[in-house]
């Protein structure tokens, strides 16, 4: 079991810049595979990035190619997702996924743990 706790959420300009923190609790955090996701606003949610267990493999949906960077500091149990020159159709429920299976990592689907969400809103 893992508890998965996000933050970092908030309003902000377009082009800008956001920092989203997942925190991890529970069994060791390592043997995780994570993903970020998002749900627009009346709309379903969708994958947006995800990173193996030693944080050296990522893969990013085309959508946020090139301005979205996720990360993960396992000294920390903490995955991050840095997103740049946000637009307003990044506006959305970011939410973090763990799942200790490769086929779910590489599926970017299927994910067992969730955590609650973090709105970003991006608007002028």
């Known amino acids: 079991q893992v508890q998965l706790v996000e933050s970092g959420g908030g309003l902000v300009q377009p082009g800008g810049s956001l920092r989203l923190a997942c925190a991890a609790s529970?069994?060791?955090?390592?043997?995780?595979?994570m993903g970020w996701f998002r749900q627009p606003p009346g709309k379903e949610r969708e994958f947006v990035a995800t990173?193996?267990?030693?944080?050296?493999?990522?893969a990013y949906a085309d959508s946020v190619k090139g301005r979205f960077t996720i990360s993960r500091d396992n000294a920390k149990n903490t995955v991050y997702l840095q997103m740049n020159s946000l637009q307003p159709e990044d506006t959305a429920v970011y939410s973090c996924?763990?799942?200790?299976?490769?086929?779910?990592?590489?599926?970017?689907?299927?994910?067992?743990?969730w955590g609650q969400g973090t709105q970003v809103t991006v608007s002028s």
């Open positions: 996924a763990a799942d200790d299976s490769v086929f779910t990592h590489l599926a970017r689907r299927g994910y067992h743990f």
């Open positions: 529970g069994r060791t955090f390592s043997r995780y595979y």
């Open positions: 990173i193996n267990l030693s944080g050296s493999t990522t």
